[in-house]
T-cell receptor, first 111, second 111 residues
Framework: LAKTTQPISMDSYEGQEVNITCSHN???????ITWYQQFPSQGPRFIIQ???TKVTNEVASLFIPADRKSSTLSLPRVSLSDTAVYYC????????????FGSGTRLSIRP | DTAVSQTPKYLVTQMGNDKSIKCEQN?????MYWYKQDSKKFLKIMFS???????INETVPNRFSPKSPDKAHLNLHINSLELGDSAVYFC??????????FGPGTRLTVT
């Protein structure tokens, strides 16, 4: 059962790159790593998912070291609208996989 | 077109009442979920259905009963509502790749 640990909060400024790290020491062989973003009064929104090395899409990059015991979500050139809570989730593709959302990281972006 | 929709968005009711929340997804996903997000913002999975079959049933009071008439719908019925049931309830769906797509949430207030 992979539990995740993230910083409770982070602050940054517009235009900066933000890296949020998640620890998941007990990640299983078939677990994937998925990140979600949640704005107040909205449902979480899928950002990115990966298994190993690096994954990049139009909004973020995900870096996963070889041991997979941690992962880093990288947000390039953040803006005020990136202020949100970011959740790291580990689990398998199976619909029966245990799903546990951690407490998330509250990211605040300042002008 | 809304991918995952929930009704109602807000629900205010008195203790002891029975209420239902409906969820529909038009993404063609086989798996659907119900989550509860309490005042401390922790997201906890309650149920997961795969192609109308119950897969995950976390430690949830049996006053909560999910029903999936078809794989595009997963409704949540709650009997004998209690004050502690007040929360935001999110429905989600996922394809075989596991990433979840959440609905806008239903804010339930029990008075």
């Amino acid at each position: 059962l992979a539990k995740t640990t993230q910083p409770i909060s982070m602050d940054s400024y517009e235009g900066q790159e933000v890296n949020i790290t998640c620890s998941h020491n007990n990640i299983a062989t078939n677990d994937y790593i998925t990140w979600y973003q949640q704005f107040p009064s909205q449902g979480p929104r899928f950002i990115i998912q990966g298994y190993k090395t690096k994954v990049t899409n139009e909004v973020a990059s995900l870096f996963i070291p070889a041991d997979r015991k941690s992962s880093t979500l990288s947000l390039p050139r953040v803006s005020l609208s990136d202020t949100a809570v970011y959740y790291c989730l580990v689990g398998g593709y199976s619909s029966a996989s245990k799903i546990i959302f951690g407490s998330g990281t509250r990211l605040s972006i300042r002008p | 077109d809304t991918a995952v929709s929930q009704t109602p968005k807000y629900l205010v009711t008195q203790m002891g009442n029975d209420k239902s929340i409906k969820c529909e997804q038009n993404l063609g996903h086989d798996t659907m979920y119900w989550y509860k997000q309490d005042s401390k913002k922790f997201l906890k999975i309650m149920f997961s259905y795969n192609n109308k079959e119950l897969i995950i049933n976390e430690t949830v009071p049996n006053r909560f009963s999910p029903k999936s008439p078809d794989k595009a719908h997963l409704n949540l019925h709650i009997n004998s509502l209690e004050l502690g049931d007040s929360a935001v309830y999110f429905c989600a769906s996922s394809p075989i790749t596991g990433e979840q797509y959440f609905g806008p949430g239903t804010r339930l207030t029990v008075t």
